[in-house]
């Protein structure tokens, strides 16, 4: 079956804490990788896509690790803003209709 | 630009009817998809269609028909409708079908409740 697992969570931090996200894929030749947000009851948007030497987008650090199958999102200096779910997504072979999404890992970030 | 639309919002559904849930994109994107999201579990895709005239079975068709006569349009049909159809509802879009970094854009989600 066509898995993706990540951190159950919810995660509670404080305001400028850092947090790290795991999502593990089970598909060894899957091909892409992205993390997705999820605002409470909108729709995912796309966060970044997950390139395999790693990459970063401000506070946002991605990384992959194809050996273990595993992908990473680090949040560094959190903002209330951050609060949502992260989507971690992996496309199998790079066709829209073989994303697969994990269940999300919901982040609160407290003042 | 509006992107992808979805109508209705929202809607609450006798068991045994028949509903179509509205997605329209103005992007001219060649793939269209629809997924449903359920707590706990992650999006799963229902149907697609990767260029108009086209349309193909995802990992939850059962229940479900979908029709692609244009490519701005991609309505999902629910023929009679059981409480397990109770979910968000997400149409999305994509430029084409492949490409690896291609990113998926999504609607605002319709959600259906069927009693």
């Known amino acids: 079956r066509k898995e993706v697992e990540q951190d159950p969570g919810p995660f509670n931090v404080p305001e400028g804490a850092t947090v790290a996200f795991n999502c593990t894929y089970s598909n060894s030749a899957s091909q892409s990788f992205f993390w997705y947000r999820q605002d409470c009851r909108k729709e995912p948007k796309l966060l970044m896509s997950v390139y395999s030497s790693g990459n970063e987008d401000g506070r946002f650090t991605a990384q992959l690790n194809r050996a273990s199958q595993y992908i990473s999102l680090l949040i560094r200096d959190s903002k209330l803003s951050d609060s949502a779910t992260y989507l971690c997504?992996?496309?199998?072979?790079?066709?829209?209709?073989?994303?697969?999404f994990g269940p999300g890992t919901r982040l609160s970030v407290l003042p | 630009t509006a992107g992808i639309t979805q109508a209705p919002t929202s809607q609450i559904l006798a068991a045994g009817r028949s509903m179509t849930l509205r997605c329209t994109q103005d992007m001219r994107h060649n793939a269209m998809y629809w997924y449903r999201q359920d707590l706990g579990l992650g999006l799963r895709l229902i149907h697609y269609s990767n260029t108009a005239g086209t349309t193909g079975k995802g990992e939850v068709p059962d229940g479900y028909s979908v029709s692609r006569a244009n490519t701005d349009d991609f309505p999902l049909t629910l023929a009679s409708a059981v409480p397990s159809q109770t979910s968000v509802y997400f149409c999305?879009?994509?430029?084409?079908?492949?490409?690896?970094?291609?990113?998926?854009?999504f609607g605002p989600g319709t959600r259906l409740t069927v009693l």
């Open positions: 997504v992996v496309n199998e072979n790079n066709y829209g209709q073989n994303f697969v």
């Open positions: 999305a879009s994509r430029k084409e079908p492949g490409g690896m970094y291609n990113e998926q854009f």
